[in-house]
């Protein structure tokens, strides 16, 4: 129940392309999502974060798409750089600020 | 957004020994997590470390094993005890700061 699932597991996209990383999830408890960013050997970094009231957050060239009824949401990367090359983590908020991880997905942009 | 700095960033550790560390924010928050992220692998929730009282434990986590302490807003200890080869992980101490979650760099732990 407490469960993320994360698509892609890897994903390999070309300089200019559009990087899509999908999560759904079961628990209708859950009320935050965030996608954290994390590089080699280090930390997890706040990438971009939604509430369940809200369909679609942009920030910069980063989109979050939520379906709350599908109980899906999408991570959208526009005009991807090689510089976006990381491990990407979607994740769920429920009781006391607590996260569960998708699996997550190793994005690769060849220059 | 909060700095977390943890210590050590990395250790090499003989079996059956016990190693602390350290997770220091530069904010006071409420809330404080330890997280595990084995080799190439999602993090898992250990527990919440809870201001003045002892830890919430997620399921398949012990304090004998995992004995947190928090003895003020801004800092955390996780102690992994008696250290065998599967306790070899990163360990990521988390915050809650202005309603979003912080992870400091990590510590990398290798068990001998």
């Known amino acids: 129940q407490q469960q993320v699932k994360q698509s892609p597991q890897s994903l390999i996209v070309q300089k200019g392309g559009i990087s899509i990383i999908n999560c759904a999830y079961e628990n209708t408890a859950f009320d935050y999502f965030p996608w954290y960013q994390q590089f080699p050997g280090k930390g997890p970094a706040l990438l971009i974060a939604i509430r369940p009231d809200v369909s679609e957050k942009k920030e910069g060239r980063f989109t979050i798409s939520f379906n709350k009824s599908a109980k899906q949401f999408s991570l959208h990367i526009m005009d991807s750089q090689p510089g976006d090359s990381a491990t990407y983590f979607c994740?769920?908020?429920?009781?006391?600020?607590?996260?569960?991880f998708g699996e997550g997905t190793q994005l690769t942009v060849n220059p | 957004s909060a700095v977390i700095s943890q210590k050590p960033s990395r250790d090499i550790c003989q079996r059956g020994t016990s190693l602390t560390i350290q997770c220091q924010v530069d904010?006071?928050?409420?809330?404080m997590f330890w997280y595990r992220q084995q080799p190439g692998q999602s993090l898992t929730l250990i527990a919440t470390?809870?201001?003045?009282?002892?830890?919430?434990?997620e399921s398949g986590f012990v304090i004998d094993k995992f004995p947190i302490s928090r003895p003020n807003l801004t800092f955390s200890t996780l102690t992994v005890s008696n250290m065998s080869p599967e306790d070899s992980s990163i360990y990521l101490c988390?915050?809650?700061?202005?309603?979003?979650?912080?992870f400091g760099e990590g510590s990398r732990l290798t068990v001998l």
């Open positions: 904010s006071q928050v409420t809330m």
């Open positions: 994740a769920a908020m429920w009781s006391g600020s607590r996260l569960t």
């Open positions: 988390s915050a809650r700061h202005t309603g979003e979650l912080f």
């Open positions: 470390a809870n201001q003045g009282s002892e830890a919430t434990y």
